[in-house]
């Protein structure tokens, strides 16, 4: 079979852009309504979408941020989708940094056999100040990879332990458990330790599907050795390219082949009947908050004070921290200078650039002009697929999935239907061996 397009329909409530709900054609429902998630995930089902894809913050967004992220919890919320969908993909976000590692596998092995074996993790190392007071735990930025490297440690050897083949469930001879084939992990690090088995077996793929989203040096390593889709956000082509060789160069070091990893950059795609009423979505930037706008920036840059700076002064590097010494995303704040400084745009229009996709590929046209652009990217060595971020939810996103995805079948560059049943079957990675582990004794 020929390389096809992978999307994942990444879902804010209201949508990507952070005045989305002020928009008329902007869902009316509630955040915590669970109809609001069903229609998105048979929006993306019908169109053949790989997976929805679920992020999660840990503290109470400020200002209004809620609106644009919503309140769900994202394993509470799939376990509720999974019931009301049957093929596509469910990937949850959850954090290494302030999880633990049975409790974490215990639930995601649940979830994926109750959906049938469609269920991705997508791998976080939390920065935020705010969310270690939440959680009682002080983590250096420094220390996030260190921690999240035995975390995953410790729950691929988890999911491992408690292999499906030893469930024998013999009424005939009385037995239910072949217990030579379960194993204690034993696991031992500097930040966690679990004894184990698991007392979930091994899902219907092996185990969940892994999905990471680091840039940085650091996250980079990490990808290589863990993951199977990385979410990664660029600007522009040239540094999507640079990201996606990178990484799948990496990947060899540990043994694996370039194919064992999507690399899915998120693109927010605004879509008209003409060029003209595309770029009318992005009237949505005359309705953002300044204060909101500054707020987030704040956050980004772990907590920098940018109020000082003149709003319609074009930015100089004086205006903008030191990326190295941001207790934050470094990739991420990297990408804001850089584009900042190329375009030579104000405080304000860099805010009303980062408020439609924050920091994502964003694209403006007709379905075909849309298409074209995915096309090129997925030729010419910047993408695997997309991680798709409509503007407003579910008026562009019904936009994407109806008039975009056609053109792109008719190319013969996505699917026309599901092949498998599976997360794995759908991004097209190989089974995974679960009778192989990776401990660390003491």
């Known amino acids: 079979m020929t390389r096809q397009l992978h999307f994942n329909l990444f879902l804010m409530p209201r949508g990507h852009h952070e005045d989305a709900w002020r928009h008329p054609d902007s869902t009316g429902r509630d955040l915590t309504d669970l109809e609001l998630y069903v229609e998105a995930a048979r929006i993306a089902e019908a169109a053949k979408f790989d997976a929805i894809f679920l992020a999660d913050v840990l503290v109470a967004p400020n200002n209004g941020g809620l609106v644009a992220a919503g309140s769900l919890e994202p394993i509470t919320l799939l376990s509720a989708l999974a019931a009301r969908t049957d093929r596509i993909g469910l990937i949850g976000t959850a954090s290494t940094t302030h999880s633990l590692p049975y409790?974490?596998?215990?639930?995601?092995?649940?979830?994926?056999?109750?959906?049938?074996?469609?269920?991705?993790?997508?791998?976080?190392?939390?920065?935020?100040?705010?969310?270690?007071?939440?959680?009682?735990?002080?983590?250096?930025?420094?220390?996030?990879?260190?921690?999240?490297?035995?975390?995953?440690?410790?729950?691929?050897?988890?999911?491992?332990?408690?292999?499906?083949?030893a469930i024998r469930d013999d009424r005939e001879s009385g037995q239910y458990l072949e217990p030579a084939l379960i194993q204690p992990v034993n696991y031992r690090g500097a930040h966690f330790r679990t004894q184990g088995p698991l007392n979930v077996p091994?899902?219907?793929?092996?185990?969940?599907?892994?999905?990471?989203?680091?840039?940085?040096?650091?996250?980079?390593?990490?990808?290589a050795r863990w993951a199977e889709a990385v979410f990664t956000a660029h600007l522009v082509k040239q540094t999507a390219q640079?990201?996606?060789?990178?990484?799948?160069?990496?990947?060899?070091?540990?043994?694996?082949?370039?194919?064992?990893?999507?690399?899915?950059?998120?693109?927010s795609a605004a879509i008209g009947s003409t060029a003209r009423e595309a770029q009318l979505v992005?009237?949505?930037?005359?309705?953002?908050?300044?204060?909101?706008?500054?707020?987030?920036?704040?956050?980004?840059?772990?907590?920098?004070?940018?109020?000082?700076?003149?709003?319609?002064?074009?930015?100089?590097?004086?205006?903008?921290?030191?990326?190295?010494?941001?207790?934050?995303?470094?990739?991420?704040?990297?990408?804001?200078?850089?584009?900042?400084?190329?375009?030579?745009?104000?405080?304000?229009?860099?805010?009303?650039?980062?408020?439609?996709?924050?920091?994502?590929?964003?694209?403006?046209?007709t379905p075909e002009q849309v298409a074209d652009t995915i096309e090129d990217w997925f030729k010419t060595g910047a993408a695997d697929g997309f991680n798709v971020m409509p503007p407003i939810v579910h008026k562009q996103f019904e936009l994407f999935a109806t008039e975009v995805v056609p053109i792109l079948r008719k190319r013969g560059l996505f699917r026309n239907d599901y092949e498998g049943t599976t997360l794995r079957s759908h991004f097209g990675l190989d089974p995974v061996r679960t009778n192989v582990r990776l401990p660390r004794s003491a």
């Not at 997508?122 to 959680?135: D, E, K, M």
């Open 282 to 365: 992005w009237e949505l930037d005359a309705l953002t908050s300044p204060q909101i706008g500054l707020a987030r920036l704040s956050a980004r840059f772990g907590g920098h004070d940018f109020s000082a700076i003149p709003l319609d002064r074009v930015l100089k590097r004086g205006d903008l921290p030191d990326p190295e010494e941001v207790e934050a995303s470094k990739s991420r704040t990297t990408g804001y200078i850089d584009v900042a400084l190329r375009e030579g745009l104000t405080l304000r229009q860099l805010l009303q650039k980062l408020a439609g996709a924050r920091g994502h590929f964003t694209v403006t046209g």
């Open 242 to 267: 640079s990201f996606y060789s990178d990484v799948k160069g990496r990947a060899a070091t540990f043994g694996r082949r370039p194919e064992d990893i999507v690399v899915l950059p998120g693109i």
């Open 103 to 165: 409790t974490h596998a215990r639930q995601f092995a649940s979830l994926d056999h109750l959906s049938g074996g469609r269920v991705g993790w997508n791998i976080v190392t939390s920065w935020a100040p705010q969310a270690g007071l939440n959680y009682c735990l002080d983590v250096g930025h420094g220390d996030r990879y260190a921690i999240a490297e035995e975390f995953l440690e410790a729950v691929d050897a988890l999911w491992r332990s408690f292999p499906s083949e």
């Open 202 to 223: 091994s899902s219907p793929q092996g185990r969940p599907v892994y999905v990471q989203a680091g840039q940085s040096e650091s996250g980079r390593g990490f990808a």
